[in-house]
């Protein structure tokens, strides 16, 4: 495959995932309307969100098995077609022509959440394919691109919605609608091999729980998805609450912590493709770790608008931090998945990582919300993230040697067959 053709299913691949997160962050400026419409209780509202990452918990080592079997780029175009569909779903459900429009809703957003799935489960899968030696690289900048969709979402959603509910979600279809031929040319360009489906019809989803190099890289995912899922679902009520900060304010700087993390993703990318993955997820738990006993120390001494600004550059921080836990995380999956069971798997494995990545979105709201009623304390409520951090890199250090082992040794084998 040449240059060419790489650099235009890289760019079908960023189409794509900034596609799934729009979706994903469209409907938040959307809720407090859904809410007056349809008598929610808040419970009701939120629940709304968080539906988008169950089928990636429940599903995700289905996708990774149908990725195998029949190639990543057929399922990133069938999924695009099917967050078309369920983008114009929210319509039907907005316009209550055939009753209650909730229980619509919450379907489209189980099913909005499936496409999403499979389109990350299949464009790391193919990614890890295309880009093997320069897969650290590639991976971090695919989460910085889709970081982008993650922010035009509420920004489209919002605008367009306090316009046209109609033109909003017709915007949200055209989207997934204006990529999916773009996927569908590249499944001509991508051959994929009917080899491909013979070790998974071998492997259990068991075995990634069981082989204890690859529960301990799960279990790190968990670890550091928790803090960004408590942080994301934290963070606004302690700009407004702690801080006093606005709404307007509170937007911005979301919005530059957003981009802190994507510009994280691409960074720690580059180094994991140079240097291999291990030492800097040593450096990215130690820098989160003390970037949130900071933030926690600065809430509880400092007052005004200089805490303000302190606690807003610290979590920045922790932000470019907490994707050096993260990132490197993908070529991990990718090598050992690979050394442990041969080529062939990548889809299952990456299918796996992201039932471990959407238990820790889910577990860091469910997490941060009793902590702070236990402890009526923003102070003791974010210094106390830091205990799943320790625990990170307590687990990182414990099994270097193996991590870096298993790293080395597939990266030598790959060097071996160019």
Same mark, same amino acid.
């Given at each position: ?31 407090? /309307? ?18 988008? $990452?169950?089928? #990636? ?9 149908? @990725? ?10 069938? /999924? ?29 957003? %189980?099913?909005?959440? !499936? ?11 193919? +990614? ?39 033109? $909003? ?60 899922? +408590? ?23 979301? !919005? ?31 820098? @989160? ?8 120390? @600065? ?19 922790? *932000? ?5 836990? *993260? ?44 902590? !702070? ?5 923003? +102070?003791?409520?974010?210094?106390? %993230? ?16 193996? #991590? ?15």
């Amino acid at each position: 495959m040449n240059e060419r053709q790489l650099k235009f299913l890289f760019f079908v691949l960023c189409a794509a995932f900034i596609a799934n997160l729009l979706g994903y962050a469209f409907i938040v400026p959307i809720l407090p /309307s859904w809410k007056t419409q349809f008598a929610l209780n808040n419970t009701q509202a939120t629940a709304l969100v968080s539906l988008w $990452a169950v089928p #990636l918990f429940l599903l995700g080592p289905m996708t990774g098995r149908v @990725v195998d079997r029949f190639g990543a780029m057929p399922i990133i175009f069938i /999924s695009l077609v099917l967050l078309t569909i369920t983008s114009l779903l929210y319509l039907v459900a907005v316009q209550e022509k055939y009753g209650s429009g909730f229980y619509l809703l919450a379907i489209a957003r %189980l099913l909005h959440g !499936l496409a999403g799935a499979s389109i990350m489960t299949a464009g790391f899968s193919l +990614a890890s394919e295309l880009w093997p030696l320069k897969f650290g690289e590639t991976s971090g900048q695919l989460i910085g691109i889709a970081v982008i969709g993650g922010l035009l979402g509420p920004v489209i959603g919002g605008i367009t919605f306090a316009y046209s509910p109609t033109l $909003a979600f017709l915007t949200l279809a055209a989207v997934p609608a204006l990529v999916s031929p773009l996927a569908f040319i590249s499944m001509r360009t991508v051959k994929h091999h009917q080899s491909k489906a013979g070790p998974t019809s071998t492997i259990s989803i068991m075995a990634f729980i069981k082989e204890p190099m690859l529960f301990r890289i799960g279990m790190l995912v968990v670890l550091a998805t928790l803090a960004t899922g +408590a942080l994301e679902a934290g963070v606004p009520l302690l700009l407004q609450e702690a801080l006093g900060l606005g709404s307007a304010s509170i937007g911005l700087i979301l !919005l530059g912590l957003i981009l802190f993390q994507g510009l994280g993703g691409w960074f720690w990318g580059v180094k994991v493709d140079q240097k291999g993955p291990i030492r800097y997820m040593i450096w990215g738990w130690i820098l @989160v770790s003390i970037s949130l006993l900071v933030c926690g120390f @600065v809430i509880w001494f400092v007052t005004g608008n200089q805490s303000v600004w302190i606690v807003v550059g610290v979590l920045a921080i922790f *932000q470019f931090a907490i994707a050096a836990t *993260q990132v490197p995380m993908l070529p991990m999956i990718d090598t050992a998945t690979n050394q442990l069971f041969g080529s062939g798997s990548a889809g299952l494995a990456f299918g796996a990582f992201g039932t471990a990545w959407a238990a820790g979105t889910i577990l860091g709201p469910l997490a941060i919300g009793p902590m !702070l009623d236990l402890t009526n304390s923003w +102070a003791l409520t974010v210094s106390a %993230l830091t205990i799943p951090m320790v625990i990170g890199l307590w687990i990182t250090i414990a099994n270097k040697e193996m #991590l870096t082992t298993c790293y080395q040794d597939e990266m030598n084998a790959r060097l071996g067959d160019e």
